[in-house]
């Protein structure tokens, strides 16, 4: 940093030169009046020295004889270290006590004598060329009868009187360097004195600047300075406070926003994103980083969204549409409202998006389940409404029909029954307020149970089940849910599997888990189906399902007891080849 930018130069600089110059200014001054003072006093003595002279020679200026006066200034001169010129009233020179006055020039001319010729007493300074010095010369008149008869002119070199003033100036000059350098330093001091304080202060804001709010000024100093440290050391408590309070709102506002289930999207009129928060930055694909400053147009690669932005930056009332967006995967609630400042103002517009994918998806279950659920109620009442009918109608009468028609209808009433008891199944596994209790148990044992329940389906169509399993594999486990899983989905394997053909039981155990597999060699399932095989009444061969029994609810039964063990259910199929089912359990149950 050069001196010009730094406050103690800016102040001692101009302090300095002010004590110079007037220092300057004070010795000039007094150097002219002392050189005034004594060439005034010279002069006096010089007048004095010529009026004593002029009483001495007055008498002696009456005779005609120049010697004596000769002899007499000549004689005056040597005790009173002056030289004496006598000039008579024409400018000829009668005496001179340094030069024979017949070699002198006539002296009427010189500004001394002219005054004094004019009777009144004449000095000046100027250079000799008689003796070639500087002489200061003080002339007065001689009268006689009331004329200037003649002059008495004294004079002294000047050698003396610049020796005596060079000798006032060295010493004007010596003190003018002392109180200088003592003026310098003691500006110095003062300078420093004003720039330490003024230092720490700007050593405080640079620390305030960088966030150090709980640094305080402490400046022992009195007066102004102080009073503006402590203004500081209160302002950075305010500022703290505020910082503090806005830190806090926003990251308060921030956790709402990260905590949003919906996207949020703030937009100012010019539809740049100023808000993004972490819902729409999954929900877009891009974090809220890059989003902001960006047009919405670039962030949102949907027509009808970017349309629906608009219309919210320019409608009065506040926007809802459902947008359907990414090739119909997913929909969107769009809520759209203008944003105002404290003058009513628009400055933009806040969308919230909420997915309700799910929610449409659920819809659509909800939809299928009602109509899965008439349809296949509706089939066995119908046909138990008809064979009703036709009893009632005087079949009953007729012993051979009656009995077959009533066989029907007990047939359809336990259809009926079924499918009621599987629902409630269903629900009852659905209530997440249930208890299940949990058993550790060896594995074949409730593998064996469900194939005894089996076995007659089995025996029926010369199915050989086989089991691949070690004795003493064992698993925590509610055992009547989870034979109830195994005995839905070995029946479904003895559905569809053809007559005097196999299936396999194997079960597995490694260190995330348990896996039991049923493997059939029916007529497999196509790849289309297997994603909703374990939905409610759904049914690859609805025909073929009711004719052999089903009610269209036991995967979706196994899907919910699996999962209700913390587990997961999984179908492998190959049309044409079989089937396989695994349920896989992990080694260790939450809480």
Known sequence: MSYKKRLLWQIYIPFLVIIILSLFLISWKASRSLKSLYYDNQVDDLRIRALIIHQIVDDHLNTPGETDMQKICVGLSQKIQTRITVIHADGVVIADSEKDPALMNNHADRPEIRNALNGNIGSSQRFSYTL???MLYVAIPVEKEGKVAAVIRVS???????????????????????????????????SNRIRKPISEMIAGLKRFSQGDLKHRLYITQSGEMRQLADAMNQMAVHLDDRINTVTRQRNEIQTMLSSMVEAMIAVNT??????????????????????????????????????????ALTAREPQEAHIVMWNDQRTVQARGTRLQDSDGQNVGALIILNDITQIKKMERVRSDFVANVSHELKT????????????????????????????????????????????????????????IEFE????????????????????QKQIEIEIKCETDLTVSVNPPLLEEALINLIDNALKYSPEENKIEIKCSQD?????????????????????????????????????????????????????????????????????????????????
């Open 156 to 190: 002294k070199p000047m050698t003396y009187l610049s020796a005596t003033l060079h000798t006032i100036y060295n010493q004007l000059i010596s003190a003018s360097i002392f109180i200088s350098i003592l003026a310098a330093l003691i500006a110095l001091m003062l």
């Open 270 to 311: 010019q539809e740049q994103i100023i808000r993004f928060n972490h819902a729409a930055s999954t929900l877009f694909h891009i974090t809220p980083e890059d989003a902001k400053g960006k047009n919405v147009s670039e962030v949102i690669r949907n027509t009808e969204l970017v349309v629906f932005v608009k219309r």
């Open 511 to 591: 260190q995330k888990g348990t896996e039991i597999s049923i493997e059939d060699n029916g007529p497999g399932i196509a790849q289309k189906h297997l994603p909703r095989i374990f939905e409610r009444f759904y049914r690859v061969d609805r025909a073929r399902s009711r004719e052999i029994g089903g009610t269209g609810l036991g995967l979706s039964i196994v899907k919910h007891i699996v999962q209700a063990h913390q587990g997961e259910v999984s179908v492998d199929s190959v049309v044409g080849t079989g089937s396989t089912f695994r349920i896989h359990l992990p080694r260790h149950l939450s809480c």
């Open 380 to 435: 066995p009442i119908t046909s138990i409404k008809g064979f009703v009918e036709t009893l009632k109608d005087g079949a009953i009468h007729d012993p051979e029909n009656a009995d077959r028609f009533l066989e029907i209808v007990s047939k359809h009433t336990d259809r009926l029954n079924a499918i009621i008891e599987d629902l409630l199944k269903l629900s009852r596994l659905e209530d997440e307020g249930i208890s």
């Open 440 to 459: 550790e148990i060896e594995i074949i044992k409730i593998i064996k149970d469900a194939i005894i329940v089996c076995r007659k389906k089995a025996e």
């Open 132 to 134: 070639n010095i500087s």
